[in-house]
């Protein structure tokens, strides 16, 4: 068969799979993505960029509406690119945001269209109000609410959708649901495993004498994951027990919370707001390569792992499969991936105070925690594991299983 993949990122959560199907010489893949250097062997990566940025007299609630069909019709051209190369493809999995999957269906009329789809937009009781309800105006509510334009014309278009969790599926209208499956990408087990002798020494940190380490990994330092709490936290975890440090991976962004003005960032903001922080013992690590990530995991004595109820990060998974001892936000979507076995310490963690209280009495190390991290590997291996995920997503692209028999595939 042709596959064509489109996803803004490259290879996003697309990439063991794509790399899985491109070793088969039963297919050939594509994929398109506006990731500007990506490049592979095997798969033909091909490049879109929207030709302008929305205009500033859009209304504000179209911004991203705009900004979505701006590089819709930049993968629309970018399509056709491909078809004059000679590649129609019979089946296309695209990621949903960014409206980048807006136009697929007009370019590939008779391919058949997997959506991956991971938030429907809720102004209420959900991730936008969950750290201050009062704060969710009507102008906002009906801006968050347009959000979900683009996402209602895609699942018209799509034959199926694919969602990681019961949770982020439950957000999607109850009339688009029998079009959606429940499906996670997973994470290799393998990779991320327990290793009780994994080196301590890191470029610039070495945590060879740290015998207790709380650690703390995220895309971006804010809000939505929980940092400024954490910071609260740890200020006075650190003055009751003398022997932690604490280690932070993750860049100094603002991904998915409101920015704050004047240009400060959270950790500026928590850094300012905390100023007997010990930072002898607060390590701030930045970005790390991926064995250096893993290690860090696999020293960590407590994991934190803290959000909204929002998209649930990898993470998350990865730090259950390297065995970690977690404590977590106590929201539906942490729940659900740490499983009905309470493999975790769970805490709401807009509560400052509570919040301290269950990183210090997750510290020890007893048989609680060995149980604990022996329950939070065995479920990433049983739930998440790509070893067992990839063939249902293999057999969905194939359409068999959810999804009927193939039909009219290209042979190549």
Same mark, same amino acid.
């Given at each position: 068969m042709?596959i064509?993949?489109?996803?803004?990122?490259f290879p996003g959560?697309?990439?063991a799979?794509?790399?899985r199907?491109?070793?088969?010489?039963?297919?050939r893949?594509?994929?398109?993505?506006?990731?500007?250097?990506a490049?592979?062997a095997t798969i033909?990566?091909?490049q879109?960029?929207a030709?302008?940025?929305p205009?500033?007299?859009?209304?504000?609630?179209l911004?991203?509406?705009e900004?979505?069909?701006?590089?819709?019709?930049?993968?629309?051209?970018a399509?056709?690119?491909l078809?004059?190369?000679?590649?129609?493809p019979d089946?296309?999995?695209?990621?949903?945001?960014w409206?980048?999957?807006l136009y697929?269906?007009?370019?590939?009329?008779l391919?058949r269209l997997?959506?991956?789809?991971?938030?429907?937009?809720?102004?209420h009781n959900?991730?936008a109000?969950?750290?201050?309800?009062a704060?969710?105006?009507?102008d906002?509510?009906?801006?968050?609410?347009?959000?979900?334009?683009?996402?209602?014309?895609t699942?018209?278009?799509?034959?199926?959708g694919?969602?990681?969790t019961?949770?982020?599926?439950?957000l999607?209208?109850?009339?688009?649901?029998?079009?959606?499956v429940?499906?996670h990408?997973?994470?290799?087990?393998d990779?991320?495993?327990?290793?009780?002798?994994?080196?301590?020494?890191?470029?610039?940190?070495?945590y060879?004498?740290?015998?207790t380490?709380?650690?703390f990994?995220?895309r971006?330092?804010?809000?939505?994951?929980?940092?400024?709490?954490?910071?609260q936290?740890?200020?006075g975890?650190?003055?009751?027990?003398?022997?932690v440090?604490v280690?932070?991976?993750?860049?100094?962004q603002?991904y998915?919370s409101?920015?704050?003005?004047?240009?400060e960032?959270y950790?500026?903001?928590a850094?300012?707001?905390?100023?007997?922080?010990?930072?002898?013992?607060?390590?701030?690590m930045g970005?790390l390569?991926?064995?250096?990530?893993?290690?860090l995991l696999q020293i960590?004595?407590?994991?934190?792992?803290l959000?909204?109820?929002?998209?649930p990060?990898?993470?998350?998974?990865? @730090?259950?499969?390297?065995?970690? +001892?977690? /404590?977590?936000?106590?929201? *539906?979507?942490?729940?659900e991936? =740490?499983g009905p #076995?309470?493999? @975790?310490?769970?805490?709401?963690? +807009?509560? /400052?105070?509570?919040?301290? *209280?269950?990183l210090?009495?997750? =510290?020890?190390y #007893?048989?609680? @925690?060995?149980?604990?991290?022996?329950?939070?590997r065995?479920?990433?291996?049983?739930?998440f594991?790509?070893a067992?995920?990839?063939?249902?997503?293999?057999q969905?692209?194939?359409?068999v299983?959810?999804?009927?028999?193939?039909?009219?595939?290209?042979?190549?």
């Open positions: 042709n064509l993949f489109v996803h803004r990122d959560q697309f990439g799979l794509a790399e199907l491109a070793q088969s010489t039963h297919h893949v594509a994929f398109i993505t506006s990731a500007m250097n490049v592979h033909m990566v091909r879109f960029r030709h302008r940025q205009a500033a007299t859009t209304h504000h609630y911004h991203g509406f900004a979505g069909v701006l590089n819709g019709q930049a993968v629309f051209e399509c056709h690119h078809a004059r190369e000679g590649f129609t089946v296309i999995l695209g990621h949903c945001g409206g980048v999957t697929l269906r007009e370019a590939f009329p391919a997997i959506g991956y789809f991971e938030w429907y937009y809720q102004p959900s991730d109000d969950y750290l201050d309800p704060a969710m105006t009507p906002n509510a009906c801006r968050i609410r347009t959000l979900n334009a683009p996402l209602l014309m699942l018209e278009d799509v034959d199926l694919l969602i990681p019961a949770f982020q599926r439950s999607f209208p109850q009339s688009y649901q029998h079009k959606l429940t499906l990408d997973g994470i290799d087990t990779y991320f495993m327990p290793n009780a002798a994994a080196d301590r020494r890191f470029d610039g940190y070495d060879s004498n740290v015998n380490l709380v650690t990994a995220t971006g330092m804010e809000p939505y994951r929980g940092f400024p709490e954490f910071m936290a740890i200020a975890l650190l003055q009751e027990h003398k022997d440090h280690a932070i991976a993750g860049e100094d603002t998915y409101r920015r704050l003005p004047n240009g960032t950790k500026e903001r850094l300012r707001e905390l100023p007997g922080l010990d930072l002898t013992r607060v390590h701030f970005t390569a991926r064995p250096d990530y893993r290690r960590s004595t407590v994991h934190a792992y959000t909204v109820p929002f998209v990060s990898w993470s998350l998974v990865e @730090a259950m499969a390297c065995g970690c +001892r977690i /404590v977590a936000s106590d929201t *539906k979507p942490t729940r991936i =740490l #076995d309470s493999c @975790a310490g769970f805490v709401d963690h +807009r509560d /400052v105070g509570a919040l301290e *209280k269950v210090a009495q997750s =510290l020890r #007893d048989a609680m @925690a060995l149980q604990l991290r022996e329950c939070a065995k479920r990433a291996v049983s739930a594991s790509q067992t995920l990839l063939p249902r997503w293999e969905i692209i194939a359409g299983g959810e999804t009927g028999t193939p039909e009219n595939a290209t042979t190549v």
